[in-house]
């Protein structure tokens, strides 16, 4: 028996309900934003405060989000795979493009660890505008998605900063500019999902 072919309403409706769906599902308290946020929020700020007070070291706050980053995407997938039947196509596929950026984002610090690791001569290599164009992309990705602007504004503010680090010398403001990047576009949205759910449960 073929199929009924839907009509161009009823195709937008359904496109509306899964992303509403998926809004409400995925958006519940923003505890993944607020997470990661943290994460690389001590990572730049922590790493701009040891070059500028000269302590020692200044990549061993970044090589801790590996381990940090792996734990979270293995708690994550089992999570996942608990609640796979209830997921919506919406759902999965946000949650696959989130794979995606993470295994994305391990690779690249793992493959700049091997390159200072191997290398005897790594020369002036200015790698960080990378990192955050990258958080940049995933944060549009899910905030057009979930239709919510504090998480487009937050990777409009990424996508700057990283041009921005092209054009900066000094790592230590780098990493001062990349930690102000964060604090508005991971933590500030991060927040304002957990007021937001607040509100609907009360």
Same mark, same amino acid.
């Given at each position: 028996m073929?199929?009924? +072919?839907?009509?161009?309403?009823?195709? %937008?409706?359904?496109i509306q309900n899964m992303i509403q769906t998926? &809004?409400?599902?995925?958006?519940?308290?923003?505890?993944?934003? !607020?997470v990661w946020g943290w994460v690389l929020f001590v990572a730049s700020f922590g790493t701009y405060l040891s070059m500028e007070f000269r302590w020692k070291g200044s990549y061993w706050l970044w090589n801790l989000a590996l381990p940090v980053g792996i734990v979270l995407m293995v708690l994550s997938a089992l999570r996942k795979r608990t609640h796979k039947k209830n997921l919506t196509y919406a759902q999965? @596929? %946000?949650? &696959?493009? #989130?794979? #995606?950026?993470?295994?994305?984002?391990?690779?690249? *610090?793992? #493959?700049?660890?091997?390159?200072?690791? =191997?290398?005897?001569?790594?020369?002036d290599i200015d790698f960080w505008g990378f990192f955050y164009i990258l958080y940049a992309f995933w944060m549009y990705i899910h905030g057009s998605a979930?239709?919510? !602007?504090?998480?487009? *504004?937050?990777?409009?503010?990424?996508?700057?900063?990283?041009?921005?680090?092209? !054009?900066?010398?000094?790592? +230590? =403001?780098?990493?001062? *500019?990349?930690? *102000?990047?964060? @604090? %508005?576009?991971? @933590?500030?949205?991060?927040? %304002?999902?957990?007021?937001?759910?607040? +509100? &609907?449960r009360s």
């Open positions: 073929a199929e009924k +072919k839907m009509s161009e309403s009823e195709s %937008l409706e359904l998926a &809004r409400d599902e995925h958006n519940d308290n923003g505890l993944g934003w !607020r999965d @596929l %946000l949650d &696959r493009i #989130g794979i #995606g950026f993470f295994a994305s984002l391990l690779s690249m *610090i793992a #493959g700049i660890n091997i390159y200072f690791a =191997y290398t005897t001569d790594p020369g979930l239709k919510f !602007r504090p998480l487009i *504004i937050g990777a409009v503010l990424n996508w700057l900063a990283g041009i921005l680090m092209f !054009r900066v010398s000094d790592m +230590k =403001y780098e990493m001062l *500019i990349g930690a *102000i990047a964060i @604090l %508005l576009g991971y @933590l500030v949205p991060g927040y %304002l999902l957990f007021l937001q759910s607040k +509100k &609907r």
